[in-house]
Each structure stands twice: as structure tokens, then as C-alpha cells.
């Protein structure tokens, strides 16, 4: 829920164009034909990189996942949050336009 959560707030219109990435989370593709991805979608990069687990009084233990920030998007516009790009630091440099796509160090 997490995932959709985020993407809804960072992109409601689904509009919200960035440079074409790929080859990383749910996105498999990137190839000079276009494959890739070019929409703010800041959960598919990490799909199936949970946060750390919060425990709640009701004693369930809850799993949010990992989102990209905007800054891991757009390389160069400006440094992540602590020189992180994503909400658990997974990610520490801004993603590779496809072709090769991907996320660089």
C-alpha cells in the first residue's frame, strides 16, 4: 500500500515526466528502443525493498517499502536527503538514464 501511496502523492495525474530509466526494481527493460521507464513511479525502483518493520501497541509489526526520492530521478538537479536518494538509503547516487539504466553508487 505504501508503494501506491507515494507514487499517488508524488505523481496524481501519472504526468510527471522524468528521464527514461530502467533495469532495476520492477522495471526489467532499458534499451535504446525506448523500453525503459519515464514516469515519477517512486516505488518500482525498489519494489520489494521494505523499510524496517514498526511495531505497533495492537502487537502487529507493519512493512512500508522503500521509495525513491525525487532527487534519484533527476541526476544532477540537486543531492538527496544526506546524500541519500532513497527513504532507507538504498539507494546513494542518482539513477542511470537507459540505455544502461540501473542506479549508480
Do not use: R
Not at 495492537?58 to 526520492?69: K, L, W
Not at 541519500?84 to 539504466?101: D, E, H, I, L, Q
Amino acid at each position: 500500500m505504501s508503494h501506491e501511496l507515494l507514487e499517488w502523492i508524488n505523481d496524481p495525474s501519472i504526468n510527471n515526466l522524468v528521464p527514461e530509466w530502467g533495469n532495476i526494481g520492477q522495471v526489467g527493460g532499458c534499451t535504446a528502443a525506448g523500453t525503459g521507464q519515464d514516469n515519477l513511479e517512486t516505488g518500482d525502483p525498489l519494489s520489494g525493498t521494505e523499510m524496517p518493520g514498526v511495531l505497533m501497541p495492537n502487537g502487529v509489526t507493519y512493512h512500508s517499502q522503500e521509495n525513491a526520492f525525487f532527487s534519484w530521478f533527476l541526476p544532477g538537479t540537486f543531492v538527496g536527503a544526506g546524500s541519500k536518494y532513497s527513504s532507507n538509503g538504498t539507494f546513494v547516487g542518482f539513477a542511470k538514464s537507459c540505455p544502461p539504466g540501473g542506479t549508480n553508487p
